[in-house]
């Protein structure tokens, strides 16, 4: 084959066969959009006028946003159900997903308790087992859940001693918990309901009788999705009791931004209440109950009330106060505080500040052993110490990837992680502190030939020259001629790190000849606080070029090219793709923004919104307003563009990011859009924030979104000729 024509027509054949479709010669024929109502809103910002044409859309459960809804999910099933490869894509997909599960077991009371997973279950099953390898019994089926009610498990909590489960429920994919509890003695569900938690967490007290659990005041009728979320408040509850009559543990109504929690020392001596301040960047505060002291002796001690960094307990010897913190140290270090002399000066640094950033630690091993799992270039990396700090080993893990676990009560022997990569389902190892030895315990076995495939980790420059790495897998054989599909994905906030980690739909793309790629650009935490602060606010602007960037290096070397290069993203990642498609309408062939902040001079009014102005600033400053409004995604759309083919993606009960942000930025792209690409619109129904219920529709919703990328880069290609 000689020529770049020559290529240029083989890869376009190539496309079409995978997307398995008839491209019409002309390309794109042109949609004919719902209609969208505009009107007269426009605002005042510091003298500036910002219109809002598409405000009605906030109004989520109105008629006339219903009709809309409903037209436009029509129209983008017709173009989703016209794509000839989706069945195909569907059926593989579920094919790759069809393989055993287990999670990490975990020990409490005299049995193992963990979640399995016999394949394509909906939802995973917690079982437990007298010992390892032991025949499991099921102690909570989601499965069997009734169906109608679109019910899925937010959380469990089995007590110390292994009698109790509580467990949490949400409705429809809602951030809104509710708990219960059963007798793992006998089986039977007791008539505990708590309601108005929004957290996947409960912690038991010492004797097993109750747990601590986090609650807000219940929402005004009608504003359960949508009103302003905070004021929590931590209380204990009484098995076997009605919510009624809990005790409040504490409260502060002078802080409703406060967000605090309580759990108890593996001691039991210290109640310790952990509070995240939603009005700072990740700042926290720590205070404890010395339960030791007669009742009415206790009282709650501020031990840390500055709110001037990051503060972590991962456990305590004695007085001795383990903390995890990044004040002083942007990579994080872990320092001790005697309790009795808890003034700065006695602080005690135990592992200082490393080029890598320290992300967690933990106590093992009888209080003899601290577990420290770093960061180094967004791949894991973990050391065993002594209780002093002083290096005894490095893990060998199985290659460059993602670990997490290491949990455990403080006196246990033994504890389990799990590794993961690209390329790589989640192998759970087991590590036995007395003889040293770290084996496998679960591997899973996928049916793919992984064989196949390449990953490997890259490293680029964002526009100010900063040193951006980036994770790629594709197929062994990949020919860099430009023209292979690729899809880029990212994130970039928040202190979120992206790590490389297995899926099955990334495993369906490289099937499809595709390239995927994940770059850890700032706002993210690979590199730490200052990685993070790089991306934050004003230099929010960072986060945006070191993804264009990623999607320039792509191109150049010859990854991939314009018509077939898709990105990709979820809730704040959203706001990353369709920010990107602003600034560069030509660097993309097509755009997933999913559930993303997409109005960045409303999204303070609604549920936590308030709590994430220390992240991308406040509408209400003037100061923050002049560059909030630069790149607001919804704001920046222009007319007389012709912008590439755009699936939006979201749900309507996102009670997190609400879904008023897509409907009004999809019905602004429409009326903007000159070319003949597709604007589409999808509003998943009886979903929220964290995706699809169940595991069909999940990977329903993956293989959708793959057929779309596939049908769009065929046509691309065809549009742009030999």
């Known amino acids: 084959m000689q020529g770049g024509s020559d290529v240029r027509t083989v890869r376009i054949e190539m496309l079409a066969l995978l997307a398995l479709s008839c491209v019409p010669a002309s390309g794109w024929e042109g949609f004919t959009y719902p209609y969208s109502r505009i009107c007269d809103q426009v605002d005042d910002f510091f003298g500036t006028p910002v219109a809002d044409p598409y405000r009605w859309l906030e109004e989520v459960d109105s008629p006339e946003t219903a009709q809309w809804i409903a037209a436009q999910n029509e129209l983008t099933e017709s173009f989703l159900s016209a794509i000839p490869c989706r069945d195909d894509l569907r059926a593989r997909l579920r094919e790759l997903e069809d393989y055993a599960t287990l999670s990490m077991p975990f020990r409490k009371g005299l049995r193992y308790f963990f979640f399995t997973n016999t394949g394509l279950q909906e939802h995973s099953v917690l079982c437990s087992a007298e010992s390892l390898g032991a025949e499991p019994v099921v102690v909570l089926d989601p499965n069997l859940f009734p169906e109608e009610a679109n019910l899925s498990l937010a959380g469990t909590s089995v007590s110390d001693d292994g009698r109790y489960l509580a467990w949490g429920l949400s409705g429809s994919g809602s951030d809104w918990v509710d708990w219960y509890v059963t007798d793992l003695g006998t089986g039977q569900m007791l008539g505990d309901t708590l309601r108005w938690t929004k957290t996947g967490w409960v912690a038991w007290n010492a004797d097993n009788t109750g747990f601590y659990y986090c609650r807000m005041e219940e ?34 109504t002078d802080r409703p931004d406060w967000f605090p929690s309580a759990w108890l020392t593996d001691d039991d001596r210290y109640l310790i209440i952990d509070i995240y301040d939603g009005n700072s960047l990740d700042h926290s505060g720590l205070s404890y109950v010395d339960m030791g002291l007669p009742p009415a002796d206790r009282r709650v001690v501020e031990l840390l009330n500055g709110f001037d960094a990051t503060y972590s307990l991962i456990g305590n010897v004695g007085t001795e106060f383990y903390i995890l913190t990044n004040r002083d140290a942007p990579q994080n270090r872990l320092i001790s505080i005697d309790i009795t002399h808890p003034e700065p000066e006695n602080w005690q640094t135990i592992v200082p500040e490393r080029t890598e950033t320290l992300e967690s630690a933990s106590i093992l091993n009888q209080s003899k052993s ?11 990396v973990v050391y065993l110490s002594g209780m002093d700090g002083a290096f005894q080993e490095e893990l060998a893990l199985p290659g460059p990837g993602t670990v997490w676990g290491f949990g455990g009560r403080q006196w246990e022997t033994e504890t389990f992680y799990q590794f993961t990569s690209l390329l790589s389902p989640g192998v759970i190892h087991r590590y036995d502190f007395e003889t040293g030895e770290d084996s496998v315990y679960w591997e899973p076995e996928t049916g793919a ?19 951006i790495p980036m994770f790629l897998a594709y197929p062994a054989d990949l020919a860099r001629d430009g023209y292979n599909p690729a899809l880029l994905t990212g994130y970039g906030g928040f202190g979120i790190p992206m790590t490389p980690w297995y899926s099955s739909s990334t495993i369906l793309w490289l099937e499809q000849g595709g390239v995927f790629a994940m770059p850890c650009i700032r706002g993210g935490g690979e590199y730490g606080e200052e990685w993070h602060l790089a991306g934050v606010g004003e230099n ?31 809730s704040n ?19 997933i923004p999913e559930m993303g902040v997409l109005d960045q001079l409303r999204y303070h009014l609604f549920t936590y919104g308030w709590s994430w102005v220390p992240e991308y600033g406040d509408p209400e400053d003037p100061g923050d307003f002049e560059f909030l409004i630069r790149y607001s995604p919804y704001h920046n759309i222009r007319d007389g563009i012709e912008y590439p083919a755009v699936l939006v993606t979201t749900a309507d009960h996102d009670d997190r990011v609400v879904p008023g942000h897509s409907f009004k930025y999809a019905a602004r792209l429409q009326a903007a859009q000159t070319g003949g690409a597709p604007i589409l619109i999808r509003i998943h129904p009886d979903a929220g924030h964290g995706g699809a219920v169940g595991l069909t529709e999940a990977l329903d919703r993956s293989a959708d979104n793959l057929a779309f990328l596939l049908e769009v880069f065929a046509r691309n290609l065809e549009a742009v000729g030999p």
């Open 219 to 252: 929402p005004e009728e009608g504003a359960e999705y949508t009103g302003l979320s905070g004021g929590e408040e931590v209380w204990l509850h009484r098995v076997g009791s009605d919510q009624e009559s809990d005790s409040l543990v504490y409260a502060r």
């Open 370 to 380: 601290l577990v420290l799992q770093y960061s180094r270039d967004a791949c894991s």
């Open 449 to 467: 030939d992984l064989s196949e495939y390449t990953s490997e980790q890259v490293f680029y420059e964002s526009r100010d020259g900063t040193r």
């Open 540 to 570: 929010r602007i960072n986060v945006y070029d070191d993804f264009i960037g990623a999607a320039e290096y792509l191109i150049e070397e010859g990854y991939t090219s314009t018509p077939c290069l898709g990105i990709e993203g979820g």
């Open 573 to 591: 990642g959203g706001t990353l793709v369709a920010a990107c498609l602003n600034q560069r309408p030509d660097l993309f062939g097509a755009v």
